[in-house]
C-alpha cells in the first residue's frame, strides 16, 4: 500500500484523524509545520505532536518557518503565507520520500464556512463547491491530496476525541475573531443556525449537490466544445444562452482570465484580434471559429 503523508498540528481534527489511520493499519507519516506564531505554544504544540507520532511508531517530519517575514516578503496575510509554506514543504517531503497520498483533516465546518467565505469575496459555481474530497495531482504534482474527515462536523470530532479519550492542542488564536474566517465561524454560523439548526449538513448536502453540478457542467462543455482540437466553433458559442462562462471554463486553464473570456464572448462578431494569457498561449478570433495556440517554447 501507498504511504501517506499526515499533515498534523496537533488539534483535535488532526489528532482524530492519525487516531483513525492508526487503527485502519494504514501505512502513514506525520509531518508539523512549526510556524513560529504563538511563541512558547508553538514550540509546545511541535512537542505533543513529535510524541504523538513516537507513541504510534510513525516517522515524524518537522520544518520551522519564518512566517511573518514570508508574508512581509510577499505581500500576503498570515494564512495564506502559511498556507503556501505548508502545501510547498508537504509536497517537497513527498517527491522525496515516494509519498503518494497527502492527508489533512478539514472537516464538514471548514468546507461551509470556505464556501461562504468564497460567496463574500466572490466566486463562480467552482468556489460554492467547498472544499474538494480528494486532489489528483495536487499543484502539479503526482500526488493526491485526500481529505479523510469532511463527512464529520467539528462536533462529531469532538465528540469522537473525548469518546476515545483523546488529548489535543488547543490553539487559543481559533477564539479571536481577528481573522475572517474566525469571525464567520463564531458570529456568521451560529446565526445561520438558529435559521436552521441543521445548517452545517443542509449547507454540505448543498454543496454536494453544486459540486455534481459543475462537474456536469465541466463534462458537457467537454463534449460541445472540443478543445484538443484547438478550436472553437463560433456557431456553437452563439447558441448558448450565456457562453462567457463556457468560454472561460474552457480557457482558464490556460491563463486566461474572466475578464478575457467576456471580451471574446462580446466581440463574436469581430474577426482578426488575438488575446494572449499569462501562461503565453493565444487565441486568435476568426470568422467561424477560435483558434486556441500554446506558448512558442511548446509547438
Known sequence: RTPALIAVSGGVDSVVLTHLLMDA????????????LRGAASD???????????????????????TTAYAEQNDLSIQMAARDLRYAWFLEICRADGYGYLATAHHLNDS?????????????????????????????????LVRPLLF?????????????????????????????RNFLRHRIVPLMEELNPAFIHTAG??????????????????????LHSGEIDKQK??????????????LKHRGFTEEQARQVTENLDETGFEIYSTSGWRLLVDRERLFLRPPADEK
Open 25 to 36: 493499519g494504514l501505512p502513514f507519516s506525520v509531518a508539523h509545520c512549526n510556524f513560529k
Open 44 to 66: 509546545e504544540d511541535e512537542i505533543f505532536v513529535r510524541e504523538l507520532a513516537a507513541r504510534h511508531g510513525v516517522q515524524f517530519h518537522v520544518k520551522h518557518f519564518e
Open 112 to 144: 461551509v464556512e470556505t464556501a461562504l467565505l468564497n460567496f463574500i469575496r466572490g466566486t463562480g459555481l467552482p468556489g460554492l463547491t467547498g472544499i474538494a474530497p480528494s486532489t489528483a495531482g495536487f499543484m502539479d504534482n503526482p500526488v493526491c
Open 152 to 180: 464529520a462536523t467539528r462536533p462529531d470530532i469532538e465528540a469522537y476525541a473525548r469518546q476515545k479519550n483523546l488529548s489535543w492542542r488547543e490553539d487559543h488564536s481559533n477564539a479571536s475573531d481577528d481573522y475572517t
Open 205 to 226: 448536502r448543498n454543496l454536494h449537490r453544486l459540486s455534481e453540478d459543475e462537474s456536469n457542467l465541466g463534462f458537457l462543455t467537454g463534449c460541445y466544445i472540443d
Open 237 to 250: 458559442l452563439r447558441a448558448l444562452p450565456a457562453p462567457r462562462q463556457v468560454v472561460y471554463k474552457a
